[in-house]
């Protein structure tokens, strides 16, 4: 597609239930990262594939926490047992590729509001 | 590890006025580094980049210089304008690592 693209834009659940959050790359973009963004502060790294690795996870906060990316390309973000700590946006973005190409910026989507009540 | 430090806003001028939002930096080796905007309502937009000492970035009339010697990549702007109300991030990458980002500013322009 033209942009990165999330689903769903907003998600509201109730504290202890299991969520999915979906990101669709940009065509052809090998790299694809997940961010969380609560209020007031800057996007913080969760996890980044590449291909279908996970390729450094070291942002989850537990393990509750977890991501897919079956095929390289769609990846889902998986929050069990969700606590109302983990309200925030998420917020996925890609870019070409990873490693050699650091001076690539990434592209992100518009992000999933997640409100865990 | 790699961090940035931003200027706290939130930051108000009047249209026309000149801006500037410092960043300072963190880092082993030599990272790349960003300036990227949310408008509001929107997602993530890249604004700027440089990828080695000395380099400027620009976009939109905004400019921003790596400076090695002091760590800083502090964007500018000569005349703002209403439409360039958002909040900005300063960012870096070192390596291999994924994007580091700021806290963000936030900027109000007044007619």
């Known amino acids: 597609g033209a942009g990165v693209s999330q689903t769903p834009s907003n998600k509201v659940t109730e504290k202890g239930k299991y969520v999915e959050l979906r990101c669709d790359p940009i065509s052809g973009h090998t790299a694809l990262y997940w961010y969380r963004q609560s209020l007031g502060q800057g996007p913080e790294f969760l996890i980044y594939?590449?291909?279908?690795?996970?390729?450094?996870d070291s942002g989850l906060p537990n393990d509750r926490f977890f991501a897919v990316r079956p095929e390289g390309s769609v990846s889902t973000l998986k929050i069990q047992r969700t606590e109302r700590g983990d309200s925030a946006v998420y917020l996925c973005?890609?870019?070409?590729?990873?490693?050699?190409?650091?001076?690539?910026?990434?592209?992100f989507g518009s992000g999933t509001r997640l409100t865990v009540v | 590890g790699d961090s940035v430090t931003q200027m706290e806003g939130p930051v108000t001028l009047s249209e026309e006025a000149f801006l500037t939002i410092n960043c300072t930096y963190t880092?082993?080796?030599?990272?790349?580094l960003f300036w990227y905007v949310q408008y509001p309502g929107e997602g993530l937009q890249l604004l700027l980049k440089a990828t080695k000492a000395d380099d400027k970035g620009s976009n939109k009339g905004f400019e921003a210089t790596y400076r090695k010697e002091t760590t800083s990549f502090h964007l500018e702007k000569g005349s703002v304008q209403v439409s360039d109300s958002a909040v900005y991030f300063c960012a870096l990458r070192g390596g291999n690592t994924p994007l580091v980002f700021g806290k963000g500013t936030r900027l109000s322009v007044i007619a």
């Open positions: 880092a082993t080796g030599y990272p790349s």
């Open positions: 973005a890609s870019s070409p590729y990873s490693g050699q190409g650091r001076d690539y910026g990434y592209t």
């Open positions: 594939f590449q291909g279908t690795g996970a390729a450094d």
